[in-house]
């Protein structure tokens, strides 16, 4: 790779897009390794929604199903504080497997799938905290904005101004995130949290990064669709065709809680196949991407391993 000139940014090929399935072929023993981290989540999560929450937001879907404020309301101050402790512990965890991702970006994963505890994954998690409240103010400004221009563009355009600010606030939003997305790929490579350098790196990129990320969700999408598909389908074999007796285990595989994973096989297999190798490969793609991109634009050099 050339070295961007001062002047005029580095153009930004749309094949970062497509670096977690270099991941995944080069490096799959990473795979086990992460799947335990998102399973040990997925149980952490259930268990503590239990503990804290029960059955709220069974009753927060009922409720708003039949409009009952009241209910609906109940159900959320029952839900806040099981969120007060599953958020930062998402975050956590996605700081663990993000640096987890970068590591074997740069062919650096070693034991454990690159999984460790240092001050990377502090880092991680400040810049992950930073970027919310960065993102959160941004989405306030823009909705409020958006408000004003909307009611503006309404009174000579009508409904058509107003989808016409909607369609705008929401570019912006993701235009801004777009050019702080390198922050956590930033921080990692050079030891350091750094939020704002990506502003510099993604200049004239913008249009390539929201393409290539939106390329990349696409294609988590259909993995994903693909293994649940793989998965249907053995559940149907396994079921005689029973179309009553699939429909009754997706049911219990989107309320299960973790005694109900016991008791029923096929919610075990759908929660353990789905954590230890579908989560792993969503990860790599996901979290990839705008590893790569930050590796293209950065200039150093074309080899990830100088990067990370």
Known sequence: MTMPSPDRPA????????????????SPAVIPFWGVVSLAGYLA????MQAMAGNAMQELQAASHGRDMAVMMAAVAKLLPALGVLIPLGIVLNAFLTCAVFRAIGGKAGAFGGLRLGLDEVRQFGVAILFFLIMFALYVVVIIAGSIVGGILSLGLGAFGMVLSIIAAIAVFFWFGARLSL????????GRIVMFGSWKL?????LALVAGYVIALVMAALVGFLCFGIFLAGLAILKSGNALAVGSVMNAVQDADIAAMVRDPAVLVYVLLWNII?????MAITFGAPAAA????????VSAESVF
């Open 183 to 190: 922050a956590p790929a930033q921080s990692f490579a050079e």
């Open 294 to 301: 930050y590796r293209l634009l950065s200039g150093r050099s």
């Open 202 to 206: 993604t200049e004239g990129n913008s």
């Open 278 to 282: 579908v989560a792993p490969l969503l």
């Open 45 to 48: 999560n259930k268990a503590i």
């Open 11 to 26: 153009k930004l090929p749309l094949d970062f897009a497509f670096e977690g399935f270099r991941i995944i072929r080069q």
